[in-house]
């Protein structure tokens, strides 16, 4: 089991974000953010959507074409196969929270980088401190490395129990990859199981 290091001092201290008390409150904030460039190149900023008092999370790397367009996270194709990988383990979409590491989307969808992550990390640990999930699903290697830190491979990351600020993080591929290559659905299947029964066993 690896645990998520703490940041170094209080993420929040002499920070605004402290002061905003739900996720409604957040996305006036995001929607106003130009703490990097893609603040000034996105079509509409995605905040996240879903249960405010969610068990489950998921978090993605950041919005594409769709979710550019609709200011909704995962409406394309990645969307409707999570949706797909939800219902599998009987859960509607309704009942998780879903996000992304980035709010905005990132040029040709590329790789979220260094500065964009850092900009954009506040708005993410504030949406999780707030909703406080029983499980965390990092779906892809960029929002593992957001809330775990490190450069390890998603193989090595995968089949683990990790944590983030205590809560269990789940590792798995992102429903995009799948799309690219579906030889990866079976072991996502077996990781969206795993966070299923510590979901369960989180509710007992």
């Known amino acids: 089991m690896a645990e998520a290091p703490a940041p170094g001092g209080d ?9 905003l008390a739900t996720l409604e409150a957040l996305v006036p904030v995001i929607e106003a ?3 990097c460039p893609l603040g000034h190149s996105r079509a509409h900023s995605v905040p996240g959507e879903g249960d405010a008092t969610a068990g489950l999370v998921v978090v993605g790397e950041a919005p594409g074409a769709t979710e550019d367009e609709t200011g909704r996270p995962f409406v394309g194709r990645a969307g409707k196969l999570l949706d797909e990988i939800l219902a599998a383990i009987g859960l509607r979409r309704e009942q ?3 996000c992304n590491v980035l709010k905005c989307r990132p040029p040709g969808n590329r790789t979220p980088e260094p500065l964009e992550v ?3 990390s506040p708005y993410l640990h504030r949406q999780l401190e707030l909703i406080g999930p029983r499980v965390i699903l990092a779906m892809g ?3 593992a490395h957001a809330l775990l830190g490190g450069h390890a491979a998603l193989g090595e990351l995968r089949l683990k129990l990790h944590r983030y ?4 993080l789940i590792v798995t591929y992102h429903p995009a990859a799948l799309l690219r290559n579906p030889h990866w659905k079976r072991p996502t299947w077996d990781d969206v199981r ?3 029964r510590i979901y369960d ?4």
């Open 96 to 98: 998780v929270f879903i």
């Open 194 to 196: 795993h966070a299923r």
């Open 141 to 143: 290697l960029p929002a």
């Open 165 to 168: 600020r205590g809560i269990p």
């Open 11 to 19: 993420l929040f201290s002499a920070d605004p974000l402290r002061a």
């Open 201 to 204: 066993g989180a509710s007992a």
């Open 118 to 120: 850092a900009a954009c």
């Open 33 to 35: 953010c130009r703490k």
